[in-house]
């Protein structure tokens, strides 16, 4: 008997060394919101959902994929039971399940769930665009460019976090900032929006980012008035230092931000492929505070159904939405789907174990059911869009 309670409690100790562990600021958040302990969320203005009908057609020529970081059933679940039991994910035609261990860890990061979604190869904690020895992957922005499609990114984070520079840069270790912005002016895409500007510019290697990627033939307007008033050509817009503000600030910044990323690169006659993340999801789990953590899902959501409205009027695109991995443990242990009250705990202040969904709607929907590995998407898509 006390083997077995020895070997357990062993066990157990080593699978929480593996965890990966909140920064100071992260860990003071969690210690103020209470970890185990049950948090209270009612959804003040539950929105509208309508039923999106899916296109009948079956050619794939753009594709939207979404990512929520650290978005997992339970956020979705949460999220869901608040919006008294609707969501725009609901029109979704498929439904599966993705597998996120990296290499070296069976809890990964968004650095290395990220990268396998955008490449197709598992990688190591912490790397993007990059293979476990270093040497830099193709991302779907990449084998999109290579046919003569145009290409786009979309995140509510700074540019330099691990999501975004999973399909546009390459680096084995995520927390070389300057050096992942450094790569934005060798990037495929046509289209970038998002947080980080601070970077780009009075940097320690002297570069100025923006002057380079003008150089390189974007557009860099630094407000989203600037933003609106282009029409065509490559586009890259960085209108914050750091994040975009919190959701209830920015409003429908995400939604306007990946539409905007369609009339642009969408005048294309050969097709687009577009990467749009609700980033601070992440973030939010991290602190384990619901609140912000369900205004971002349902941010995130609004956005999905924009994007699936948009797709039903084209008819030819495929939109899939995943996870990279799921933040803070979340569980839902009591609620009232009337009231949209959810009650919740977070057991961790770093990343679970569990695996994520995904979500498709569109032509090649199908393709999306079942369990997988993170790595089939990109390839999926691929095979897909590209026909590889």
Known sequence: MKKILFYGVAAWMLAACAQPQPTATEESEVKTKGRDTELTYVMPNPYDVPVIEAPKGKKVKNVILMIGDGMSLMHVYSAWTANRGHLYLDNSQYVGLSKTYCTNKLITDSGAGGTAIATGHKTSYHSVGVDPDGKPLKSLVDYAKEKGLSTGVAVTCRLWDATPADFCCHNADRDKEEEIIGDYPSCQADYVFGGGAKMFTNRKDGRDIFKELQENGWQTPRTWEELEAIKSGKTFCVPYEHDTPLPAERGDLLKRAALKGIELLNQNSKGFFLMVEGSQLDDYGHFNDIELLME??????????????????????????????????????????????????????????????????????????????NTDICKKIRALQLGE
């Open 296 to 373: 971002e899902t349902h941010d995130f959501d609004r956005t999905i159904g924009a994007m699936y409205e948009w797709a039903a009027r084209d008819g030819e695109t495929l939109v899939v939405v995943t996870a990279d991995h799921e933040t803070g443990g979340l569980t839902l242990v009591d609620g009232d789907l009337n009231e949209g009250r959810i009650v919740c705990k977070f057991s961790t202040g770093g990343h679970s174990g569990v695996m994520v969904p995904i979500y498709a709607f569109g032509p090649g929907s199908e393709q999306f059911s079942g369990l997988m590995e």
